[in-house]
Antibody, heavy 122, light 105 residues
Framework: QVQLQESGPGLVKPSQTLSLTCSVS??????????WNWIRQHPGKGLEWIAY???????YYNPSLKSRLSISVDTSKNQFSLRLSSVTAADTAVYYC??????????????WGQGTLVTVSS | DIQMTQSPSSLSASVGDRVTITCRAS??????LNWYQQKPGKAPKLLIS???SLQSGVPSRFSGSGSGTDFTLTISSLQPEDFATYYC????????FGGGTKVEI
């Protein structure tokens, strides 16, 4: 059973960089066919896809966030990470990591972390 | 970008009711449509993929239909554990989620 777990600071100051890590267990992050994603949910709102990494290095970012985003993969630790720079209060959200599978009908998210709340405040 | 519009944004229902949630895409997406259930404080759970394919372990009272731009999630007989928020998600062009439909008593 694949499990994902987010970790990182719960409080980030405005203009600083938000950094989160997702640890994957029960499966190898370097095994082919999967996409490793970050998704966020603003308080009381819907879901916003942020970015994914696949094939242990290729990445794709949400165009609306691309200029501030970086996603990386550490196969030795079976982890992937998110960095979002120049944060504002609008980046306050629950951040999820999730595994996606290409089903022949696009990506579907089959395993999720429990989510971690990140608050941007001074 | 493909926009996904769900309706209604919320609905009130009772146990045993038949519930229908609609998701409309801003352009044709074939059957590149998934449905998720999210309960408070929890991560979303995949219910249906490719518009109508029920995931393993998901009760058969859930069903999905549609193709192109218009899609439907139906719960044939609402159970207490089904009170939650439901999201559609398109996978035709990267990823976009609908705004969600909250099903409440």
């Amino acid at each position: 059973q694949v499990q994902l777990q987010e970790s990182g600071p719960g409080l980030v100051k405005p203009s600083q960089t938000l950094s989160l890590t997702c640890s994957v267990s029960g499966g190898s992050i370097s095994s082919g066919g999967y996409y490793w994603n970050w998704i966020r949910q603003h308080p009381g709102k819907g879901l916003e896809w942020i970015a994914y990494s696949y094939n242990s290095g290729s990445t794709y970012y949400n165009p609306s966030l691309k200029s501030r985003l970086s996603i990386s993969v550490d196969t030795s630790k079976n982890q992937f990470s998110l960095r979002l720079s120049s944060v504002t209060a609008a980046d306050t959200a629950v951040y999820y990591c999730a595994r996606a599978h290409e089903s022949g009908y696009g990506l579907r998210f089959d395993y999720w972390g429990q989510g971690t709340l990140v608050t941007v405040s001074s | 970008d493909i926009q996904m519009t769900q309706s209604p944004s919320s609905l009130s229902a009772s146990v045993g009711d038949r519930v229908t949630i609609t998701c409309r895409a801003s352009q044709k997406i074939s059957s590149y449509l998934n449905w998720y259930q999210q309960k408070p404080g929890k991560a979303p759970k995949l219910l249906i993929s490719a518009a109508s394919s029920l995931q393993s372990g998901v009760p058969s009272r859930f069903s999905g239909s549609g193709s192109g731009t218009d899609f439907t999630l139906t719960i044939s007989s609402l159970q207490p554990e089904d009170f939650a928020t439901y999201y559609c998600q398109q996978g035709y062009s990267t990823v976009t989620f609908g705004g969600g439909t909250k099903v409440e008593i």
